[in-house]
């Protein structure tokens, strides 16, 4: 199976940044749509970000102009920087290629505390 494995997370304070990395298993990274999903507490999972093979990037409408997804198909790695954090951000971060693979990742708690 498919392995994902999220880093980068952290307590930060609002207006700061942060950059998770992801890391895949999977043998055809490249080809694959990638996606970064949150879920906050008593919340459903949502899509935040995603890139397509060839790099086109859609985002949640409240994180665009903060959140950048990028990819390094030379590293089977996506990432999200996220700029001018927002109490609101804090989740529970997790990767996933679009459609889903069935097992997710431990994600990386992110908490933005004002």
């Known amino acids: 199976q498919v392995q994902l494995v999220e880093s980068g997370g952290g307590l930060v304070q609002v207006g700061d940044s942060l950059r998770l990395s992801c890391a895949s298993s999977?043998?055809?990274?490249?080809?694959?749509?990638m996606g970064w999903y949150r879920q906050a507490p008593d919340k459903q999972r949502e899509l935040v970000a995603s890139?397509?093979?060839?790099?086109?990037?859609n985002y949640l409408d409240s994180v665009k102009g903060r959140f950048t997804i990028s990819r390094d198909n030379a590293k089977n790695t996506v990432y999200l920087q996220m700029n001018s954090l927002k109490p609101e951000d804090t989740a529970v971060y997790y990767c996933?290629?679009?459609?889903?693979?069935?097992?997710w990742g431990q994600g990386t708690q992110v908490t933005v505390s004002s």
């Open positions: 996933n290629r679009l459609p889903n693979y069935p097992r």
């Open positions: 999977g043998k055809f990274f490249s080809i694959n749509t």
């Open positions: 890139i397509t093979p060839d790099k086109t990037t």
